[in-house]
């Protein structure tokens, strides 16, 4: 994933998380993050 981002970082961000909890859990999480951490246009 971070290699992704790279060069991508004003657009793409990687939230890591220690334990795997699945795909779903993983979406929540972020996206539970970026509603609390940033101030977005679009998401």
Known sequence: MKD???GHEDY???YDRE???GKA??????????????ELEIM
């Open 25 to 38: 859990e993983a979406v929540r999480q972020g996206v539970n993050y970026m509603l609390q951490e940033k």
């Open 19 to 21: 334990k795997n909890g």
């Open 4 to 6: 992704i981002q790279k």
């Open 12 to 14: 793409i961000m990687v």
